[in-house]
């Protein structure tokens, strides 16, 4: 059964950092493309990044480019979200991905994900 816990979430000054975390089981995290999504009050779940499963290639959307970084660690199994110069629009709920052999066109399709985590609760004050 596979599950994606997510963590690191928190509350945290605009211009602050923060990291997040995803530890995934019942996987082989080396053959699945990973995604973080977010969700903020009334809106939809969004794409935020991606890494393909070979590393490949790396995806992000353009509110984030050049604050935030995906990596993952296969050994670990563990994937993470390095956030930097938070702003407050970036308040949302954080939501880590999974889809297996996921290609590079997939990667910011939120809706090709196959699996979820429940999220972690990211709160920027300005």
């Known amino acids: 059964q596979v599950q994606l816990v997510e963590s690191g979430g928190g509350l945290v000054q605009a211009g602050g950092s923060l990291r997040l975390s995803c530890a995934a089981s019942?996987?082989?995290?080396?053959?699945?493309?990973m995604g973080w999504c977010r969700q903020a009050p009334g809106k939809e779940r969004e794409f935020v990044a991606g890494?393909?499963?070979?590393?490949?290639?790396?995806e992000y959307a353009d509110s984030v480019k050049g604050r935030f970084t995906i990596s993952r660690d296969n050994a670990k199994n563990t994937v993470y979200l390095q956030m930097n110069s938070l702003k407050h629009e970036d308040t949302a709920v954080y939501y880590c991905?999974?889809?297996?052999?996921?290609?590079?066109?997939?990667?910011?399709?939120?809706?090709?994900?196959?699996?979820w985590g429940q999220g972690t609760q990211v709160t920027v004050s300005s």
């Open positions: 991905a999974a889809r297996r052999y996921g290609s590079d066109h997939m990667m910011t399709m939120r809706d090709q994900y196959d699996y």
């Open positions: 019942g996987l082989t995290l080396r053959t699945y493309t």
């Open positions: 890494i393909e499963w070979n590393d490949f290639n790396t």
